[in-house]
């Protein structure tokens, strides 16, 4: 399975940018897919997650700025980020879950099977 994750950039503070993660088969093999981040001397954390239910989670850190939804006709994952923060600087990966999960409980870096190769966000104040 490939992730190919594209729509990073540069952005002020307070824009937007989207990012998508399009996948080399179908999607529906997956029990979740997610966006993750790393900024430097960082853990990767879990950004969102989205179920092959439909159910979402969300750091807290990005709730009501983000928003996770996939198109299961195009293989793709999408993440539209709004209000960005310098803090939102990182490399985001997209990650896809292809063992049962656990309800309630959001995929962490561990849980996931496959990863893209990153895209970079970076924000300026």
């Known amino acids: 399975v490939q992730l190919v994750e594209s729509g990073g950039g540069l952005v002020q503070a307070g824009g937007s940018l989207r990012l998508s993660c399009a996948a080399s088969e179908s999607i529906y093999g997956f029990n979740a897919m997610g966006w993750y981040r790393q900024a430097p001397g960082k853990e990767r954390e879990m950004v969102a997650e989205i179920r092959i239910i439909g159910s979402t989670y969300y750091a807290d850190s990005v709730k009501d700025r983000f928003t996770i939804s996939r198109d299961n006709t195009k293989n793709t994952l999408y993440l539209q980020m709004d209000s960005l923060k310098p803090e939102d600087t990182a490399a985001y990966y997209c990650?896809?879950?292809?063992?049962?999960?656990?309800?309630?409980?959001?995929?962490?870096?561990?849980?996931?099977?496959?990863w893209g190769q990153g895209t970079q966000v970076t924000v300026s104040s």
């Open positions: 990650g896809a879950v292809a063992h049962p999960t656990v309800a309630g409980q959001p995929s962490l870096s561990p849980d996931v099977d496959y």
